[in-house]
Structures are given as structure tokens and as C-alpha cells.
């Protein structure tokens, strides 16, 4: 099909999608009519160029706030479509502004464009060329899927009312990007009425969308403890206050706060990861330094912690005759979805793949995620794409030197954003309540 004969078909498909009059949504979604036909080949028709910018990406990995390379693909891409780019948002983010027909709602989608400080082992032929470097967390993936979903909703944009905010997001992995960028106005001029992300996700089965009614993913913060003793020769300890035994006490001590002291049904991870002690066998530790990470998702939970992690510290350090440094800090918010709008992901991800491919997430993940600033501020959801083989079959984690993905999923990510767009700005909300 030619694209004039493609537009052609589009033009009448507005017309449906169009007609606010119908409150089912199923009735307003392209369907399984011509329509549906036709984003699945417009998306298919996307599928070599998003592979090839996807590959690109993933070659030269760029960390947190250094994705210039990552950023300017981005740009010139959305340029190229008639979609003119904003640049320079929070250092290297890109936001691309596509409108529609007339004026509407305005619909926001974001990708994450950093890569990992880990060292590629996967031997793909288009590997990571930067020593050290990896997209490990498949967000060259998010960002070409969103670049194709630009590519195809480009080509339809006569056919609906509103407008489709592209955010290309630097810095996801702990710097917080997220804030900056909305910080710097993403969300205004104009104002996002819903916001939507999807992440790569290998604990579900390839192809499987995933999505969580409500809490997703944990806040993250961390906690950052010094204890204070007195050195002194090991023959003496009498005269001394060994650090490193109190900071042993602290560690088991904390983690009776999450076996008694919250709730045993609302998820919690206290976790040191970092314990520095000692200078010599012989000699008694005079400073233990610990670092740890603390994560929940109730915020009530997550209000109270620093009080309960400090009287720890404050009683052990006392009891040993030590002093102690204490700072507890709040990192990203836990990724919590609007119950409507998962239940609109849900419902139009099983308009398109079938409701055994869409499974709603009663489990937490205890991971994190600065898409939650976003969802602070506008009503949207995280959803999940399954890069992981049949059940049962084990496929590397996220993070992990050895992850990849079957493209395929990309093709499934720009199907799922473009209908999950042409849905929202064409759907009649209030009515279907
Ligand atoms: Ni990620």
C-alpha cells in the first residue's frame, strides 16, 4: 500500500475515531477493522529505520547527562518528521511537540536516554564502541521506540484533535533527570493531561505487556551513617570503643525495624551496602562508616523511616559510648500508576495484542524510577514490555552485562504508544467516566 493510499485510509478513520459520541471505548479505538490494518503496517513500514537508530544508540552509550549524541539523533529525527525539537532541556533532553488537526488534549510520552558504567559482554555486532559503557537497562530501545512512534503518529497527525508531547529524557539511572525536566517546564506550554512510559522488562515473557494498577516501583532513598568510637591496641579494648562492633550491632539492628517494627504486609527493603571499617587487624576501629538504601512504597511508610533508622543509631552509638553522623535522603518518589489510566493501557494493549498478552502486575517491583516525578505532577502510568524468553526459561537481568532483547518487542512498544495515544486524545473521557 502506497503512503498516499495509507493517508487516504486515514483520513476515513478519523472519522470514526472521531465520533465523541460513543462512550465504549472499544468502539472508539482503531479495532480490528482497516484501521488497525492500518497502523500495523505504518508500524511495520517503521520497524528497519527503528532498528537501525536503536542499534545506533546502542553503540555509543552516553551516561546520565552527557547524551549528546543520544539527544541530537533524537532531534534530527523529530526535525526530519516536521516535528520541531526543543534541545538543551535539563543539559542533553529533547522534547518534540507534534500537533494534531485541531485543538485537544495533549497526551505525553517519555524514553530515557542514559546508558550504564558497565562493560559490555553480549559480543552483538553492534556492541557498545565505548569502553566501560552500556545501554544495560534497554533504554536505547525506549528511546527508539519512541522515535518510531513519532515517525507513524507524524503521518496521521490530520487525523486527530490534540497534541503529542515526545520527551526525551537524560539521566533516569539515579541522577533524577526526570526532575530537571519538568523543573524546566515539559509538562506546561502546553499542559500534559496524561503521561505515559514504558520500560523493557525481562522477568516477563517476550512480548507480554505488564502493568500495575497503582504502586509499580519503590521510592528510593538512602541513609548514610558514621559511627564515632575511640582506637585504641587490641589488647586494651577496655579503653577503647571499637566502631566496628557497634556498626555490626547497628546492621543487625536495623533489620529488626523491617521485620518488627512496620507493617509485615506493606514491602520494605533496608539494606547496608557499603561498610567501611578498620585500618590495621591489631588495632580497634575508631570510625565505621555505613551507606545503605531504603525503600518503599507506602509514603506514609517511607515518612517515618528516618525516625525509626536514627533512634537505631542513636541507641546503639550511646550504649557504646560512641558518637554518630546521621543523613537520611530522599531520593526518587515510588512509581505510583493512576488505577485509570492503567486500566486504559491495559484495556487498549489488549485491544491490539489479545487480553492473554496483557497481564495486570499485582507485585511490586522494589526497583525505582524517576518516572515517577512525572506522575506526581499528571495522571499516567508505567508500563512493562516482557524481553524474557518462554516461562520458565531464565534471560539475563537488567543491569547485567549480557542483556539484550528481540527487536520484535520494538515493533510491539511503537503499536502499543501510538494506539495508546490515538485512544487518549480521541477518547471521550467524562462519558466513559
Ligand atoms: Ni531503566
Known amino acids: 500500500m502506497s503512503e498516499d493510499a495509507l ?8 472519522e470514526s475515531l472521531h465520533n465523541d459520541n460513543l462512550s465504549a471505548p472499544a468502539t472508539m479505538r482503531s479495532g480490528p477493522g482497516i484501521s488497525s490494518q492500518l497502523l500495523d503496517d505504518l508500524v511495520n513500514r517503521t520497524m528497519p529505520e527503528v532498528i537501525r537508530i536503536r542499534r545506533q544508540i546502542h553503540s555509543h552509550p552516553e551516561l546520565g547527562f552527557e547524551e549528546r549524541q543520544t ?8 526535525a526530519s518528521l516536521g516535528v520541531e525539537p ?3 532541556i535539563a543539559r542533553t533532553g ?30 552483538l555486532e553492534f556492541s557498545s564502541r565505548v569502553p566501560g559503557l552500556m545501554h544495560a537497562c534497554g533504554h536505547d530501545g525506549h528511546v527508539a521506540i519512541l522515535l518510531g512512534t513519532a515517525m507513524v503518529l507524524s503521518k496521521l497527525r490530520d487525523t486527530f484533535e490534540g497534541s503529542v508531547k515526545f520527551i526525551f529524557q537524560p539521566a533516569e539511572e539515579s541522577l533524577g533527570g526526570a526532575r530537571e525536566m519538568i523543573a524546566q517546564g515539559v509538562l506546561d506550554s502546553p499542559p500534559v493531561d496524561g503521561i505515559f512510559a514504558l520500560h523493557l522488562w525481562p522477568d516477563l515473557s517476550h512480548g507480554q505487556i505488564g502493568v500495575h494498577h497503582g504502586p509499580a516501583m519503590a521510592a528510593l532513598d538512602k541513609v548514610s551513617i558514621t559511627l564515632r568510637g575511640r582506637g585504641g591496641h587490641v589488647a586494651t ?45 591489631n588495632a580497634i576501629a575508631d570510625l565505621a562508616e555505613l551507606k545503605g538504601t531504603v525503600r518503599t512504597l ?9 525516625g525509626l533508622i536514627e533512634r537505631k543509631v542513636k541507641g ?118
Open 316 to 433: 546503639i552509638a550511646e550504649s557504646a559510648g560512641a558518637e554518630y553522623d546521621f543523613e537520611y535522603t530522599f531520593g526518587y518518589p515510588p512509581v505510583i500508576n493512576d488505577a485509570r489510566m492503567a486500566e486504559f493501557v491495559r484495556d487498549v494493549c489488549s485491544s491490539i495484542l489479545g487480553p492473554d498478552k496483557v497481564a495486570t502486575m499485582t507485585k511490586p517491583s522494589m526497583v525505582g524510577e524517576d518516572f515517577a516525578y512525572y506522575l506526581e505532577k499528571v495522571p499516567g502510568a508505567m508500563f512493562l514490555i516482557g524481553t524474557g524468553k518462554a516461562p520458565g526459561e531464565s534471560t539475563y537481568p537488567l543491569h547485567h552485562s549480557l542483556f539484550g532483547f528481540d527487536e520484535d518487542v520494538l515493533r510491539i512498544g511503537v503499536r502499543g504508544m501510538v494506539e495508546l495515544v490515538i485512544d487518549f486524545l480521541t477518547r471521550s473521557w467524562h462519558s466513559s467516566g
Open 237 to 281: 579494648p577496655h579503653k577503647s570503643s571499637d566502631a566496628i562492633v557497634a556498626a555490626s550491632q547497628l546492621v543487625l539492628a536495623l533489620q529488626a525495624i523491617v521485620s518488627k517494627e512496620t507493617d509485615p504486609v506493606e514491602p520494605m527493603v533496608l539494606s547496608i551496602g557499603d561498610f567501611k571499617a578498620g585500618r590495621a587487624y
Open 86 to 88: 526543543m534541545t538543551g
Open 94 to 123: 529533547v522534547v518534540g511537540l507534534l500537533r494534531g488537526r485541531g485543538d485537544g488534549r495533549t497526551v505525553a510520552l517519555r524514553a530515557d536516554m542514559d546508558a550504564l558504567p558497565i562493560p559490555e559482554d553480549t559480543g
Open 298 to 306: 507506602d509514603p506514609a511508610l517511607r515518612s517515618v523511616m528516618p
Open 7 to 14: 493517508l487516504r485510509v486515514s483520513g476515513k478513520i478519523s
Open 71 to 78: 539527544g541530537a539523533l533524537c532531534a534530527e529525527t523529530l
